[in-house]
C-alpha cells in the first residue's frame, strides 16, 4: 500500500532544517518500503525469487536509507543530540533499530544469492515492519524533540554537516534507482509526487541548498 497517505504531517517545503531533511529521507524510505512489501507478496504467491528487482532495492536501500539517510542520524544529528543532553536515550534506541535493520537486509541479501525465497520474504517483511515503525517513532517522538532542543545555530551547523556528507556521498543519483523500482511495482514516482518526496528537502534541488551537491 502506498505510504504518502493524507495522515502524513505536511513539510515545510519553505524552510531546510536539521529534521526536515530527515522528513523528506522518510518518504523516500517509505516509497522503497512500498517496492519491497509487493516484492515480497508476489515472491510468495509465485514461489520465485525475482533477483534482479531484489538486487536493485537490497542496493538502493543500502546506499540510500543507510548511506545517505542513516548515516545523517548517526554521525550528524545524533551526536549533536548528545552534546546537548548527555546520555540522551532516544537516540540509542534508534541506533539499535538501524542495526537490527542492517541484520535483516544482510539476511535478504544471503536469501536472494542462495534462490532462498521463503528466507527473503522473511527477512524483507520483518525489515518493512520495523522500518516503519522505527520511522513512525522518529516523525513523531524523535524529531519534534530535537526541534525543541536545537538552537539557530545548531541547526545551521547540522546543515552545513549534511551538505559536507553530500558531497562525499551523493545521494541524488539513487532518486533515480527509486524511481526505477516504483515504476516497476506501480507506484507513483518521486518526481510525480512532490507530496511525498520534495526533492529539494533532500538534496537541494531547485531550491539552491546544495545539500547532496
Known amino acids: 500500500m502506498p505510504s504518502c497517505h493524507a495522515h502524513l504531517p505536511p513539510l515545510d517545503l519553505e524552510r531546510l532544517s536539521a529534521v526536515s531533511v ?9 516509497r ?51 552534546r546537548l543532553a548527555p546520555g540522551f536515550g532516544p537516540v540509542q534506541v534508534m541506533r539499535h533499530e538501524h542495526d537490527l535493520g542492517r541484520d535483516h537486509v544482510r539476511g535478504m541479501a544471503i536469501a536472494v544469492d542462495a534462490v532462498d525465497v ?20 522518529e516523525n513523531e517522538v524523535l524529531f519534534p524533540m530535537a526541534q525543541a532542543m536545537l538552537s539557530a545555530e545548531d541547526d545551521a551547523a547540522i546543515l552545513n554537516a549534511y551538505r559536507e556528507a553530500g558531497r ?19 507506484f507513483a514516482s518521486i518526481g510525480e509526487s512532490p507530496e511525498c518526496t520534495p526533492r529539494h528537502a533532500l538534496c537541494g534541488c531547485g531550491s539552491g541548498s546544495g545539500i547532496c551537491r
Open 22 to 30: 530527515l522528513h523528506g529521507e522518510h518518504r523516500i524510505i517509505l
Open 32 to 82: 522503497l518500503l512500498d517496492c519491497l512489501d509487493l516484492m515480497a507478496e508476489r515472491a510468495a504467491k509465485a514461489h520465485a525469487m525475482p533477483v534482479l528487482e531484489a538486487r536493485d532495492v537490497i542496493a538502493v536501500l543500502r546506499g540510500f536509507a543507510d548511506e545517505c539517510h542513516h548515516a545523517k542520524e548517526e554521525r550528524i544529528l545524533f551526536p549533536a543530540l548528545e
Open 118 to 137: 521463503a528466507g527473503f520474504v522473511q527477512d524483507a517483511q520483518a525489515f518493512s515492519g520495523l522500518l516503519r515503525q522505527h520511522i513512525d517513532k
Open 168 to 186: 562525499e556521498r551523493p545521494c541524488g543519483p539513487l532518486l533515480a534507482r527509486v524511481d526505477s523500482l516504483a515504476g516497476t511495482y506501480g
